[in-house]
């Protein structure tokens, strides 16, 4: 089956620690994307990469970092700047050719910090 | 930066209703319009998109219409079923490089009642 997986669903973490979230797709796109949803809210772009070893920040980039060193991977740490990260994140994929515009998401991962 | 509104927050419709979801933008140069369906602890999935340079989209008993001029476009759903019932995400979007730019409306919860 091609798509995107996240891992873990459900993630604890203490106030302070850092933390990563996993995002796998099979699906050969070049476009990888992370977004953070509150409740009642849309979803807002964190960072985004274009290519291997590239990425940029999106609207709310402060405290959270990514890398991109495969093209099937792009994990997102949730650092203990992050002054709310609990939330519900989810990452999502796009080509860079054909039909770019359209992205695809994973199932998300609900970090919750206690 | 673009901002999108989306109206109204909650819809509750009779099976076999028309419901339709309103969004606006404000970037001139978004050219292209997500909906995006999202279940209880899932991720979204895309169900129709429309592009600027299109009035109109139909598939099935969905349907996108798009008023650039206005800058506002709508997502109907006609004969409506209880498996509708979820939270709708409208989005606009513009190419950067290779990548394309979401920017998401607040969401609207359906709700089909029998």
């Known amino acids: 089956d091609g798509g995107i997986t996240q891992s873990p669903k459900y993630l604890f973490r203490k106030e302070g620690q850092n933390v990563t979230l996993s995002c796998e797709q099979n699906?050969?796109?070049?476009?990888m994307y992370w977004y953070r949803q509150d409740p009642g809210q849309g979803l807002r772009l964190i960072y985004y990469?274009?290519?291997?070893?590239?990425?940029q920040k999106g609207d709310i980039a402060e405290g959270y970092s990514v890398s991109r060193e495969k093209k099937e991977s792009f994990p997102l740490t949730v650092t203990s700047a992050q002054k709310n990260p609990t939330a519900f994140y989810l990452c999502?994929?796009?080509?860079?050719?054909?039909?770019?515009?359209?992205?695809?998401f994973g199932p998300g991962t609900r970090l919750t910090v206690l | 930066g673009e901002n999108v509104e989306q109206h109204p927050s909650t819809l509750s419709v009779q099976e076999g209703d028309s419901a339709v979801i309103k969004c606006t933008y404000s970037?001139?140069?978004?050219?292209?319009f997500p909906w995006y369906k999202q279940e209880l602890g899932k991720g979204p999935q895309l169900i129709i998109d429309?592009?600027?340079?299109?009035g109109e989209k139909k598939d099935q008993r969905i349907a996108v219409t798009l008023n650039k001029t206005a800058k506002h476009f709508s997502l109907h759903i006609t004969e409506t079923q209880p498996e509708d019932s979820a939270v709708y995400f409208c989005?606009?979007?513009?190419?950067?490089?290779?990548?394309?730019?979401?920017?998401f409306g607040t969401g609207t919860r359906l709700q089909v009642t029998l």
């Open positions: 970037d001139s140069a978004s050219n292209y």
């Open positions: 999502a994929s796009s080509m860079t050719s054909g039909n770019p515009d359209t992205q695809y």
């Open positions: 429309i592009r600027s340079n299109v």
């Open positions: 699906l050969n796109h070049d476009a």
């Open positions: 990469s274009q290519i291997v070893n590239d990425f």
């Open positions: 989005a606009a979007s513009r190419r950067t490089g290779t990548a394309s730019k979401l920017t």
